[in-house]
């Protein structure tokens, strides 16, 4: 009898609820509440974003991939040449010209 009670006692101090360290909740969802941006914030970023999406889409296709591999997948300009086929110039150009194009839909 006094092994099976030293075994479940060891056993018991290997568990996770007995090397639990003891939480302080409320402090944490202060701290979380503190950080959260309030719901117009993440309104008006959505907004935002849906407005850009449109934007985007009314591009023409080539201009679309220049942007998307530029500015979202972060590749410079000469991989963008590279993958799309076409002189580093232009694809310059095509950049300058979708920014202007995006600048323009997104402040109409």
Known sequence: ???TIVRN?????RRRHHRAKPHHALQV??????ELPSADVILASEEE???LASCLDSLEET????????????????EVAEQLGLPP???AVLLYRAKKELFRCVTA
């Open 63 to 78: 201009q679309r991939r220049v942007v998307t591999l530029r500015a979202l997948e972060e590749l410079s300009g000469l």
């Open 9 to 13: 006692a060891s056993r018991n101090l």
């Open 1 to 3: 009898m006094l092994t």
């Open 49 to 51: 974003r849906a407005r």
């Open 29 to 34: 969802i202060e701290d979380l509440e503190a």
């Open 89 to 91: 110039n232009h694809v």
